[in-house]
């Protein structure tokens, strides 16, 4: 007998039962798409996340591999042994496209096929971070929404426009396509699909492993940095006064009038340069600067409200939340600067 053994008196009929279990479950089977300048960390949530899910009596959920075009790929850091290749996509039940580090770069029209051809079998395909411009590539996104890291989001929505790029999200669940935004919002979309297959207790269980919330507040709006263009544009004059202005009450027509144009030009220019309207552009300047104070100062909610131009500390508090996901007291407590 060894150490261990006194915990499990009917060892035996445990075992049993277990391998018994085991061969009831039908695996659901995970393809980690694997491409040249992949990501290390999107191309390991997948792995970590469905390879240690487990639902009943602890039986393993997923089956999960690595799989690539070529044996060998290259990272930043390392190359990478794959031991399956793309025919695995052929089988599986859901299909994983971590991100890249060069989105632009070309995709292998063997990986495009296989990709297409999980899909018409009925696959469910998801992508994390850079992943989504892999899923674009194949066409299967066009009229969808979809999501990827902020960063990218702009280029991302040139390159596709038929796609509705939605940057404010951690992921969008559009059925069998998911996108997820860059990094940790990966293991938000991974939880979301084990809460899809197994329900709440199983999400629970693997969040807990992962010491991740299983749902987190806000999207990447509260990461983003919206600054103003630096060209010698002709809004880039206004859009600097504005932004050293924004305790002021602003209207269209007061804007137009020191821009010396009518409300309609100013309105299609803003749309050209920024890709917003005056006021909307506004707004996101003044939450911007609600953020910094938030981070930065020990000045009240009320106060830093007034002090970015709003007339009410409710409406404030409003628009925060629908521009950056979650409240201002709970941007603070996550955000701010913490003495020691």
């Known amino acids: 007998m060894t150490t261990c053994d006194h915990f499990l008196p009917n060892r035996g ?8 279990a085991r061969s009831e479950v039908v695996m ?24 240690r899910a487990s639902g009943a009596a602890g039986v393993t959920s997923y089956s999960v591999r690595v ?17 399956w290749g793309l025919e695995e996509l052929a089988s599986a039940d859901t299909v994983l496209v971590p991100g890249v580090e060069d989105p632009t770069a070309p995709v292998s029209p063997a990986v495009l096929g296989a990709l297409q051809s999980a899909w018409e ?72 699909l084990l809460r899809r297959d197994h329900g709440q207790a199983v999400a629970a269980d693997a969040a807990r492993l992962a010491v991740a919330p299983l749902v987190r507040d806000g999207g990447q709006s509260q990461f983003i940095r919206h600054e103003p263009p630096k ?15 924004l305790d002021r009450t602003l209207t269209v027509r007061s804007l137009a009038d020191r821009a010396r144009m009518s409300p309609r030009t100013l309105a299609r220019r803003f749309q050209e340069q920024t890709g917003t309207t005056p006021l909307q552009w506004l707004l996101k300047m003044r939450i911007r600067r609600a953020q910094e104070l938030l981070e930065t100062s020990v000045a009240s909610v009320d106060q830093i409200a007034s002090s970015v131009g709003f007339e009410s500390a409710v409406t404030f508090r409003s628009r925060f939340r629908k521009v950056a ?11 701010g600067a913490r003495e020691h």
């Not at 393809?31 to 949530?45: I, Q, R, T």
């Not at 544009?233 to 006064?241: E, K």
């Not at 409240?327 to 407590?333: I, Q, V």
Request: glycine residues 6%; contains cysteine.
């Open 67 to 83: 799989c690539s075009e070529a044996t060998a790929v290259r990272s930043r850091n390392f190359t990478l042994q794959t031991e």
């Open 13 to 20: 009929s445990a075992m049993f039962a277990l391998e018994n």
């Open 121 to 192: 079998r009925g696959a469910r395909l998801a992508s994390i971070c850079s992943g989504a411009f892999v899923l674009a590539a194949t066409g299967l996104l066009d009229g969808r929404r979809a999501t990827t890291h902020w960063i990218c989001a702009d280029e991302f929505a040139r390159r596709y426009p038929r796609i509705q790029v939605d940057p404010n999200v951690l992921f969008v669940d559009e059925g069998r396509l998911i996108t997820s935004a860059g990094a940790s919002a990966g293991v938000d979309m991974c939880l979301h």
């Open 325 to 335: 996901g979650i409240s201002p007291t709970a941007y603070r407590h996550r955000f």
């Open 231 to 245: 060209s010698a544009a002709s809004l880039a004059s206004l859009l600097d006064w504005m932004s050293a202005n």
């Open 28 to 51: 659901h089977k995970v393809s980690v798409l694997a491409m040249d300048g992949f990501v290390p960390f999107d191309l390991s949530v997948p792995c970590e996340v469905f390879g």
